[in-house]
């Protein structure tokens, strides 16, 4: 299915990621309230890894740089149990959206990341772009209050689940950078859903998160979740490797509003106007970092 190596055909493979994304937090929900964290992120797993098997298979070991396929494959499941917990944990459908938003910084991470560890170039106005974004986090926990005690109050109520989600956008922006370093050109898509099935497994015999009553719509909405998940991490690992990461990051800049919408057809999640705000402030500061690496590209082959 990815034969496509072209950069533009890979662009156009990796640009399906954010839109899935964008009903990720709401599925995730969904599956830890109808099916439990462990046991149903553990189906989950499995049916996103049975479809990247049909999908992309297994890579070739040995052509797998030797950092990519151990730190690199421990940031990757390091983020997806850092997200998922962060989700099962908040309280509500309007936290969880919270919560979600504050993974959703990793865009901007992601071209801070390429910046240092990526070698890529950027204009001045990256930093103006990269506290903006943060400021919106600050708004939307802060409820629109621009008082410091508000955002620290609010943060109290739940710290666990915004930490988590924090180190996910952390883990996953170091990830990105990772792949695009060390790859080689390998997917380790598939073998590093393959560990997430058996850490879920573990967490699930262990009593992670209860044992709550399986109903239908948890069932559907693992098998959903698991196809959206599988095809969209295969998708987002294709165009990083092969197609143009900076029109990647800017379209996932984009998957904050489309997670937004989703949540309020499929969680209930009531979202505020300050709320609304602080996600066009993370929006927009996340363009403004990509323009920062595309205006200093564009000059740079202006002047050659």
């Known amino acids: 299915m990815f034969a496509v190596r072209s950069t533009a055909g890979a662009t156009l493979i990796g640009l399906f990621a954010p839109v899935m994304w964008g009903a990720s937090v709401s599925l995730i929900r969904t599956i830890a309230e109808n099916f439990g964290i462990a046991q149903g992120q553990f189906f989950l797993y499995i049916v996103a890894t049975i479809s990247l098997i049909l999908m992309v298979g297994y890579p070739d070991f040995s052509k797998v740089p030797w950092k990519y396929k151990t730190i690199g494959v421990v940031v ?7 997200f998922c917990l962060s989700l099962n944990y908040s ?4 936290q969880t959206m919270e919560v979600g938003m504050v993974n959703y910084l990793w865009p901007t991470i992601t071209i801070v990341f390429s910046i240092l560890f990526n070698g890529q170039k950027a204009q001045w106005w990256i930093v103006p772009g990269a506290v903006l974004s943060f400021i919106g986090i600050f708004w939307i926990l802060s409820g629109g209050n621009p008082d410091l005690h508000a955002f620290y109050e609010h943060f109290l109520i739940n710290p666990i689940s915004y930490i988590l989600a924090f180190g996910s956008a952390l883990t996953w922006s170091a990830f ?3 792949t695009r ?8 898509s598939t073998f590093i859903f393959t560990i997430d099935v058996m850490i879920f497994g573990a967490f699930w015999a262990f009593g992670v998160g209860g044992s709550p009553e399986i109903t239908m719509k948890g069932v559907l909405s693992v098998i959903i979740g698991g196809c959206v998940m599988g095809a969209a991490y295969a998708a987002w690992t294709h165009g990083m490797i092969y197609g143009n990461i900076t029109m990647l990051a800017i379209a996932s800049y984009f998957t904050p509003v489309l997670s937004c919408l989703f949540a309020s057809l499929l969680i209930g999640a009531e979202l505020t106007l300050p709320f609304w705000q602080g996600v066009a402030m993370v929006v927009c500061g996340s363009i403004i970092c990509w323009h920062a690496t595309w205006y200093r590209k564009k000059t740079k082959i202006a002047h050659e």
Do not use: E
Not at 76 to 82: E, G, H, R, V
Not at 91 to 94: I, K, L, V
Not at 181 to 188: C, D, E, F, R, V
């Open 76 to 82: 990757a499941n390091l983020s997806t149990i850092c």
């Open 91 to 94: 309280d509500g459908g309007t």
């Open 176 to 178: 990105s950078s990772m």
């Open 181 to 188: 370093a060390w790859s080689k050109g390998q997917n380790l």
